[in-house]
């Protein structure tokens, strides 16, 4: 049970170049998430998606592009990278068919923009 | 908007004793719930503990139990026997409770916990 996939594990990119972040999950979840985390500032919440052909902004969503593609996946794109978006990202999922049910994590995506 | 404050950026324990994190949130929702996820060195986000606003029994989970104080918007968590394996960071995380079902998790800053042997 492979539960939420990101890929790549990691990156290094140059400061303009643009670069898509994937992340799948396998659990029928209707709700997925993209966070960011940098040191001492724990995760922040830069989109989400309720379902299929939606998405909304969270609290950093600046320099960032988001597609459902599907149920199951759920993309991050920078399309010109700054150094200030250096940091780990990770895709979570959660269902909705329950109330308060936490949200499930992939591994994270380190990205050092140069 | 919610705010969570972990108030320890790190901390320290001897194997086998207890040891109690702190997180304090800050909301006007009456419902909602409260999440402990771990964050090994593997860099996994794992969940530890849930608890749901409306029960007033604190949540436990084997080595893993909460202090729930609501009228304080205080969510500790106490580890007990600390093993090595306990090192991580901890983030205390917030999510209210409405109709959609899918509103995002708010995080704090974290508490790096070091097990020492």
């Known amino acids: 049970n492979a539960g939420v996939t990101q890929t790549p594990k990691f990156q290094v990119l140059k400061t303009g170049q643009s670069m898509t972040l994937q992340c799948a999950q396998d659990?029928?979840?209707?709700?997925m998430y993209w966070y960011r985390q940098d040191p001492g500032m724990g995760l922040r919440l830069i989109y989400y998606?309720?379902?299929?052909?939606?998405?909304d902004k969270g609290e950093v969503p600046n320099g960032y592009n988001v597609s459902r593609l599907n149920k199951r996946e759920f993309s991050l794109r920078l399309e010109s990278a700054a150094p200030s978006q250096t940091s780990v990202y990770f895709c979570?999922?959660?269902?909705?068919?329950?109330?308060?049910?936490?949200?499930?994590f992939g591994d994270g995506t380190r990205l050092s923009i140069l | 908007a919610q705010t969570v404050t972990q108030s320890q950026p790190e901390m320290s324990v001897q194997e086998a004793e207890t040891v109690t994190l702190s997180c304090t949130y800050d909301?006007?929702?009456?419902?909602?719930?409260l999440f402990w996820y771990k964050q090994p060195p593997s860099r996994q986000m794992i969940l530890v503990i849930r608890?749901?606003?409306?029960?007033?029994q604190n949540a436990t989970e084997n080595r893993f139990s909460v202090n729930f104080q609501k009228a304080a918007k205080s969510f500790s968590l106490k580890i007990s026997d600390s093993q090595l394996g306990d090192t991580a960071m901890y983030f205390c995380?917030?999510?209210?409770?409405?109709?959609?079902?899918?509103?995002?998790?708010?995080f704090g800053k974290g508490t790096r916990l070091s097990v020492i042997a």
């Open positions: 608890q749901e606003a409306y029960k007033q």
């Open positions: 979570a999922s959660r269902t909705d068919r329950a109330q308060g049910q936490p949200q499930h």
């Open positions: 995380a917030f999510m209210k409770r409405d109709l959609s079902g899918n509103t995002p998790l708010v």
């Open positions: 998606s309720a379902s299929e052909g939606t998405t």
């Open positions: 909301t006007s929702e009456n419902n909602y719930y």
């Open positions: 659990m029928n979840h209707n709700s």
